[in-house]
């Protein structure tokens, strides 16, 4: 039987986490653009990014923390790198290993890379059949850009998605296979509504925003100083995520509310930049 | 007392976590070059860098963290992030809480604010008296862009380095304060070579690859496929780090002269990029 990813059921809940494999991260080499990425994207499907962890590429280091996420029974584990042909892209046999589960050649998965190769008139050499190597059990994901497909793998309380590590395949892999399985299990509605504001300090404002913080828990609230001392200005990120959208409106439109009434009470002046919504 | 940067023993080790507190870099409305600016500073002054974490500004997540990184007996630790005025502001809180250390008004940090404040005339609210509150113990690092210090705290194996979120405060603290102190501890030097490879993929590479890096388990070699199908490019990462300079620089001439000759063999070209080390 192949299992497909149309006939998979939610997780057990939002929770995430994003590990991404990659010693060239930890160099400093490479800017974790695909953490960002995923990031906004989980969070606007109406996730709850709890952990961005970037580890290297060692089964002692990296192996402990996906052990953790299973330990912590969380919804989502989104993996990105370590699915190439070198030496250090051991991902799928780490996730094999941490959850005792054969790693073995998956028949989909080899089929495109075999096509893949076949297509550039190359052979299929050992690094290149590694790349259809998956846990028992996991989902191949198709890579429309590049060689490695990408596994969904199925644990107790959720899935572990892996995707490669170059950002433009990632990127690929997951808005044409992820996102849309992802947005049908989603139970959250996510709304964010950015404010600008002129000429009141950060710590000025921080009064205020501390007390509408403490009123509305289910809105995140955060301050960011940008300007000058002589010139101040605050962005405002208002982010609200619930399973009812109105109730959701409601927070944000409250919160904008008690921001504009503190901005004039302090003299200052306010923008709004836009938001963005998953509705 | 006034414990001083200058009178700082050595950490028990190199090994060094950066854990960045922001749900702003969670929910992806914030790229995190903090991160990539402490990897590539620690890397080259001789630190390996096992962790990059970002965590909710919330005790349950970040704390544990925290408490694991104390579990490890690592070197250092960073944190940026969580020093403001506002009320998800708790790294310091967080970090008091898992030494069981008492969080106090720092005398000197408390004057660093109060200066920065008077030059503004504006006055010493509590939520501006609040970035004075350290554990016990701690040195305030001056902020010569903003208001919060940062801080540093030994703990039994090595330091706890807490600076701000905000990129150009800390930059100018890491390279005013902490860099000097980092860069007389280091014990290691570190060199990196990066080399472009054209006409070769990187699959067809990788057997290579796996070979040397077996060959010179000291050195980092990572593939970096670039460019198109048609014209497959290849960056090659190269970065080894070593007690001892004549060693590390004999490892990546090795490792350099092997690279040339696999390219050659399969019949690409090879371009070096340059290179940077930290003697």
């Known amino acids: 039987m192949i299992l497909t990813l149309e006939g998979?059921?939610?997780p057990s809940n939002s929770n995430a986490w994003i590990i991404n494999f990659g010693s060239e991260i930890l160099t400093g080499f490479t800017q974790n653009t695909n953490a960002t990425f995923l990031a906004r994207k989980l969070s606007f499907l109406g996730y709850y990014v709890k952990r961005i962890m970037v580890v290297p590429d060692a089964y002692e280091e990296a192996g402990e923390e996906i052990q953790r996420w299973i330990e912590k029974k969380?919804?989502?584990l989104i993996t990105t790198g370590g699915l190439g042909p070198t030496y250090d892209d051991s991902t799928l046999e780490m996730i094999s290993k941490v959850l005792s589960l054969p790693l073995e050649v998956n028949p989909e998965a080899f089929e495109m890379v075999k096509i893949y190769y076949e297509r550039l008139g190359e052979s299929l050499t050992d690094e290149r059949v590694k790349m259809a190597k998956m846990p028992n059990g996991a989902i191949p994901i198709r890579n429309p850009v590049g060689a490695a497909p990408g596994s969904i793998l199925r644990v107790e309380t959720g899935y572990i998605i892996s995707l490669p590590g170059v950002p433009s395949e990632m990127r690929a892999m997951f808005e044409s296979a992820v996102e849309p399985i992802l947005a049908r299990w989603s139970k959250n509605k996510v709304s964010e509504e950015i404010l600008e504001i002129t000429g009141i300090m950060e710590s000025s404002l921080a009064p205020y925003i501390n007390a509408i913080a403490k009123e509305f828990p289910n809105a995140y609230i955060k301050t960011h100083p940008k300007g000058t001392e002589g010139n101040p200005i605050v962005v405002v990120q208002i982010f609200a995520s619930s399973k009812n959208e109105a109730e959701m409106n409601?927070?944000?439109a409250k919160v904008k509310e008690k921001i504009f009434s503190a901005v004039n009470k302090l003299g200052?002046?306010?923008?709004?930049?836009?938001?963005k919504g998953s509705t």
């Open 8 to 10: 998979l059921q939610p």
């Open 74 to 76: 969380l919804g989502l």
């Open 250 to 252: 409601a927070i944000i």
């Open 268 to 275: 200052g002046s306010i923008e709004q930049e836009g938001g």
